[in-house]
T-cell receptor, first 113, second 116 residues
Framework: AQKITQTQPGMFVQEKEAVTLDCTYD???????LFWYKQPSSGEMIFLIY??????QNATEGRYSLNFQKARKSANLVISASQLGDSAMYFCAMTSGYSTLTFGKGTMLLVSP | GAVVSQHPSRVICKSGTSVKIECRSLDFQATTMFWYRQFPKQSLMLMATSNEGSKATYEQGVEKDKFLINHASLTLSTLTVTSAHPEDSSFYIC????????????FGNGTRLTVT
């Protein structure tokens, strides 16, 4: 069984600062994928970044980077230079096998001016 | 990029009626689509996996007779909430996989269902 744990229900950051959202996972599979999604108040789910379990380098997508520490089973999301529009709910998720995503409970990020 | 369209975005219905939600993959063929339910301030919970041309696979605790899923084509899956009750009020969201091998899923914008 897969499990995703996000221990931060809420995070606050000032505009232009960097923030790290924590995510740990548990799986017995050797091959898996880790995802981060952003959910604004409108409800849509926006894909941010993906890390495969065999990827040797940490994934980066613009201001988003994934700090993948396989031995610790962590996949933290780092947002650099936060913007007001980054305020949203962030979900960490994983899949192994055939595409069924398991989500964490999410972290609400609030960016202040 | 790949786009998943979900319709309607909001629907209000009376108890006892049925509501159909559509999920379309606009520029790719999705052999597998997924339906999720999200309660306020909670994570998404997978309801069922919809495979084109075959019966959907429901997660434990999800009533298949209440939440009817049809995946008639490679670009369309529908979720019908039958005999809706106020406790069915929720945010329903679909997603589709491009290749079905764990590649990033693309989500619809979701449907806010309110049952009065």
């Amino acid at each position: 069984a897969q499990k995703i744990t996000q221990t931060q229900p809420g995070m606050f950051v000032q505009e232009k600062e960097a923030v790290t959202l924590d995510c740990t996972y548990d799986t017995s599979d050797q091959s898996y994928g880790l995802f981060w999604y952003k959910q604004p108040s409108s409800g849509e789910m926006i894909f941010l970044i993906y890390q495969g379990s065999y990827d040797e380098q940490n994934a980066t997508e613009g201001r988003y980077s994934l700090n993948f520490q396989k031995a610790r089973k962590s996949a933290n999301l780092v947002i650099s230079a936060s913007q007001l529009g980054d305020s949203a709910m962030y979900f960490c998720a994983m899949t192994s096998g055939y595409s069924t995503l398991t989500f964490g409970k999410g972290t609400m990020l609030l960016v202040s001016p | 990029g790949a786009v998943v369209s979900q319709h309607p975005s909001r629907v209000i219905c009376k108890s006892g009626t049925s509501v159909k939600i559509e999920c379309r993959s606009l520029d790719f063929q999705a052999t597998t689509m997924f339906w999720y339910r999200q309660f306020p301030k909670q994570s998404l919970m997978l309801m069922a996996t919809s495979n084109e041309g075959s019966k959907a696979t429901y997660e434990q605790g999800v009533e298949k007779d209440k939440f009817l899923i049809n995946h008639a084509s490679l670009t369309l899956s529908t979720l019908t909430v039958t005999s809706a009750h106020p406790e069915d009020s929720s945010f329903y969201i679909c997603s589709a996989s491009l290749t079905g091998d764990g590649s990033p899923l693309h989500f619809g914008n979701g449907t806010r269902l309110t049952v009065t």
